[in-house]
Each structure stands twice: as structure tokens, then as C-alpha cells.
């Protein structure tokens, strides 16, 4: 996965990869804020990934830092939801927005308006893109995310810091949605 602390620029992506973060992750940090994308190849198929990612309700499907989830309403923009976050981050609550949701394009962006942790005006957007993986249908997802430094850190610890919560949540995604793709793959024999 690569990442890219000032901005998001090339930052080591593939001519493919730095494409879709032109046209789909277009974050314009703020002086004190740090923005970045990280990249993730699974060897599944878009439809079986995106049927976790697009569950802005259920997140702890495949973010292994999420306890529990309330959501309010119905899947749309503008849709609440209230995630518990598990000990041993430096976070309890937070309330975060559901900003887009695409279907067609395989887009979800969220932003979080309160709770009680550190990222203040955290805002991401997810894509995911269909590619061939070893012969097989896979998908290349893309998030970027762009917060405010706290007070007393870096830019590069912040993130830092981000990119490996992403990173885990990607992983998880990834281990998840492949482990689906092979239960989806396997036939049962008929016993004769």
C-alpha cells in the first residue's frame, strides 16, 4: 500500500492507481491538516467487496476496531451513525455522517461530526475498481482520508498514525471479503 503525507500526489501509485485517486479522492487540506491515500489489492470479486463497504450501518463487518454501531435512518447522505471503538486506541465514541454512497461508481465518503477521540474534521472517501488478479475477478480500493493535526503532533504522526488504522481496516477488508470469495467459489459435491 502506498501513502503520501503532503497532499495526495503520485506518492509511488501505479498509472492506473494515481487516475482514480485524480477523478474520485479529492481532498484540498488546510494548513494544518495532512491528507493521504492508501491502495489495497483483494483478491475478490467488486461486488462481493463493495456489499461490506457500502454498509456505512454495519462497519465492524470489517473494521476490527469498531465494537458496535447505531445507525439513524435509513442508507442515504446524511445518514448518522454512532460507532463504539474498542479499547486500547486513544478514542471511545464517534459520530460520523454519511456523505456519499454510489452504487454505480462504487464510492462511499463519510465524515466525522463528533465523538469523543482526537480526529477533528476527519473526512474519507473509499472506491473500489474492478481488476483481474491472478486470472480471477479482483478489486483495487482506494481510501484517502484528510484531518486536522492535532495540538503537540505532526503532520507525519498524524498520518502516520491514520494510515495504520486504515491500513488494519483495509487488511480486515481484504481477509474478509478473499475468505467470502473462496466459500463463494466452492461447489458443494453432491454425494451420490
Known amino acids: 500500500m502506498n501513502g503520501n503525507n503532503n497532499g495526495i500526489g503520485n506518492g509511488g501509485f501505479s498509472a492506473v492507481e494515481s487516475e482514480y485517486i485524480r477523478r474520485h479522492h479529492r481532498h484540498e487540506p488546510g494548513e494544518n491538516q495532512c491528507s493521504s491515500a492508501l491502495v489495497k489489492h483483494i483478491k475478490a470479486p467488486v461486488h462481493l467487496v463493495w456489499s461490506l463497504v457500502r454498509r456505512f450501518d454495519q462497519p465492524e463487518k470489517y473494521k476490527p476496531f469498531v465494537s458496535r454501531c447505531v445507525a439513524q435512518g435509513s442508507l442515504e447522505i446524511g445518514s448518522l451513525r454512532e460507532v463504539d471503538v474498542k479499547s486500547g486506541l486513544p478514542a471511545t465514541t464517534s459520530t460520523e455522517r454519511l456523505e456519499l454512497l454510489d452504487d454505480d461508481e462504487h464510492i462511499l465518503s463519510m465524515r466525522i461530526i463528533g465523538g469523543d477521540h482526537r480526529l477533528r474534521n476527519y473526512s474519507s472517501i473509499i ?62 459435491i453432491d454425494r451420490i
Open 127 to 188: 472506491s473500489l475498481h474492478p481488476e483481474i488478479i491472478d486470472g480471477r475477478p479482483g478489486t483495487l480500493v482506494i481510501e484517502s482520508f484528510v484531518v486536522d493535526v492535532p495540538e503537540g503532533n505532526t503532520k507525519d504522526e498524524t498520518c502516520y498514525f491514520v494510515q495504520a488504522l486504515i491500513r488494519c481496516n483495509l487488511k480486515s477488508l481484504a481477509d474478509v471479503s478473499e475468505r467470502r470469495a473462496v466459500q463463494d467459489r466452492t461447489e458443494p
